[in-house]
């Protein structure tokens, strides 16, 4: 066993509704804290002084910490294309000179270009670009990170990259969840309607990824110049009779998506962006978690997700970087999801809950999000005596330790 500590805090994220609004007062602290830990799991949670008297018999290891320290569980990354091969610095800065994202797109840049590049590259070269990528967000206190297909666009090149994030979940400390996005759009080189592609995938690759287990998790993205709602129909039937979960890129630019993640019962809509009162209301009546993805609007340019209205309106917020090479390059979650609170004016607990206990409840995952015994000992612990310093700090502070399931996997 090992006993970790003392903390000046621990913010177990327990206890916290699973929809709505949350105020900071209702974040259970438990000061001068430790954690002990059985193999990857948490045992107790308790007073470290506490902790050490009752440990000090048996063989276990104190990591003892010096100075002051905060801990929280460690972060979950909900939503992310990290898989891929090829830079759009050149659609960023077509963007910035006043082209839109679907312009771009439709002048065969946007997603495409990341197609065609990671197409060109080996599986080993995806999987080199995936662990390097979740190194970067594992330094950043995410311990579980959703990766996405959708770059390759048929059925041999989605299996590419679903076999490359598996091989790099291999390697890394870190979780990697895969989706399978393989309806992100229409590739330029079908030879055939949108749904005699969606078809395609439907009959050679949904059976293949459950014969090979390569993911649980079917995405679309449901837009104009990608997939409308009534085309993707017979694809979602498909998935869900071969007992997927749904997850739906939805109301990015325009609305419709969300509607279809409600009626397919989807784990979540991620997205939100273009969301009106109407839509806000039925997904907070729903069971779908509302993903907000603040990377795509930084990286985009315009509107936040309406968070604050969907937690007001009762709804599940989870908070994710959508980190891809074009629409959120930066990848950086704590920042992102600290500059949403700001400008939604979200409360610590509301964000924090966001990229933790919620973002759990996104992936399907009752195992972490939260600091209790019998999770995982996924721990990201930052270098202060009060939480509140974390995203006052708007990113620019990160975890000075991160454990994985019971192991020090990253050290500043
Ligand atoms: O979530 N909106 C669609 N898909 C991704 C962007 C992918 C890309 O631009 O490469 C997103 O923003
Ligand atoms: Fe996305």
Not at 116 to 136: C, F, P
Request: aromatic residues 6%.
């Amino acid at each position: 066993m090992k006993l970790i500590g003392p903390f000046k805090q621990i913010i177990p994220m327990t206890g916290l509704p699973t929809k709505g609004a949350i105020t900071d007062n209702q974040l259970e602290i438990v000061a001068d804290g430790g954690i002990l830990v059985e193999g990857d799991r948490i045992k107790t949670i308790g007073k470290f002084d506490d902790l050490v008297k009752v440990t000090s018999l048996n063989d276990t290891e104190i990591h003892e910490l010096k100075g002051d320290h905060t801990c929280l569980p460690g972060f979950i990354d909900a939503h992310t294309h990290i898989c891929f091969s090829g830079s759009r610095a050149n659609d960023y800065a077509m963007r910035n000179s006043g082209k839109t994202y679907m312009e771009i797109s439709k002048a065969g840049g946007g997603i495409w270009d990341t197609v065609t590049q990671t197409r060109k590259a080996s599986q080993e070269t995806l999987t080199k670009g995936i662990v390097k990528r979740a190194k970067r967000h594992l330094a950043n206190g995410v311990t579980t990170i959703e990766v996405k297909s959708g770059y390759g666009l048929s059925v041999a090149e989605e299996l590419k990259m679903l076999y490359a994030i598996k091989d790099a979940d291999e390697l890394l400390p870190v979780d990697l969840v895969s989706t399978c996005l393989a309806a992100h759009m229409v590739p330029r080189d079908f030879e055939g309607s949108p749904a005699e592609y969606l078809e395609q995938i439907t009959r050679e690759l949904l059976p293949t990824l459950k014969a090979e287990k390569l993911t649980n998790r079917i995405d679309a993205f449901i837009e104009e110049g990608a997939f409308y709602p009534l085309l993707i129909e017979p694809y979602f039937n498909k998935a869900k009779e071969l007992g997927f979960d749904i997850t739906v890129h939805a109301d990015q630019f325009s609305t419709g998506g969300s509607e279809v993640a409600i009626r397919y019962n989807a784990i979540s809509a991620d997205h939100l962006e273009a969301s009106t009162d109407i839509e806000i209301k039925l997904l907070a009546k729903s069971n779908v978690i509302a993903t907000a993805l603040p990377g795509a609007s930084i990286g985009l340019g315009c509107n936040f997700t309406p968070a604050r209205k969907i937690l007001d309106a009762g709804g599940a917020l989870a908070i994710a970087s959508d980190h891809n090479p074009g629409s959120a390059p930066m990848g950086d979650l704590l920042t992102q999801a600290a500059i949403l609170g700001t400008f939604q004016k979200l409360s610590n607990a509301e964000v924090l809950a966001g990229i933790t206990t919620r973002a759990a409840a996104a992936l399907n995952l009752t195992d972490r999000g939260r600091l209790s015994s019998g999770c995982l000992a996924d721990l990201s612990i930052f270098h202060t005596a009060d939480y509140k310093e974390i995203l006052y700090n708007q990113g620019n502070f990160k975890p000075c330790m991160v454990w994985k399931k019971g192991a020090l996997a990253y050290n500043k």
